[in-house]
Nanobody, 124 residues
Framework: QVQLVESGGGLVQAGGSLRLSCAAS????????MGWFRQAPGKEREFVAA????????NYALFVKGRFTISRDNAKNTVFLQMNSLKPEDTAVYYC?????????????????WGQGTQVTVSS
């Protein structure tokens, strides 16, 4: 059974940084693309960033490009989201997701498996 567990969220002032982690288990991590989404109160869940199975390709939502970096460590079965220059509008629950099928990209509506999320709050 695939399990995704996010961590690293918290409260930070505007301009600060956080590093989110998502630990995966239940299958061969290095065969699957991974992605991050977020959902702010009263808003729909939205795509943030994705990385392919070997880390060779990434893509980002326009609103985070240049501030956030997605990466992965296949030896540790973990994907990361480094978030810099945080803004109050980045406040949301951040979710990790992955597709069911290996080497298939994370779509803009997400994958088949999701973590429980981690809260990020940015104060002004």
């Amino acid at each position: 059974q695939v399990q995704l567990v996010e961590s690293g969220g918290g409260l930070v002032q505007a301009g600060g940084s956080l590093r989110l982690s998502c630990a995966a288990s239940g299958r061969t991590f290095s065969s699957y693309d991974m992605g991050w989404f977020r959902q702010a109160p009263g808003k729909e869940r939205e795509f943030v960033a994705a990385i392919n199975w070997n880390g060779g390709s990434t893509n980002y939502a326009l609103f985070v490009k240049g501030r956030f970096t997605i990466s992965r460590d296949n030896a540790k079965n973990t994907v990361f989201l480094q978030m810099n220059s945080l803004k109050p509008e980045d406040t949301a629950v951040y979710y990790c997701t992955t597709p069911r099928v290996p080497r298939v990209g994370v779509s803009r509506i997400g994958g088949d498996y999701w973590g429980q999320g981690t809260q990020v709050t940015v104060s002004s």
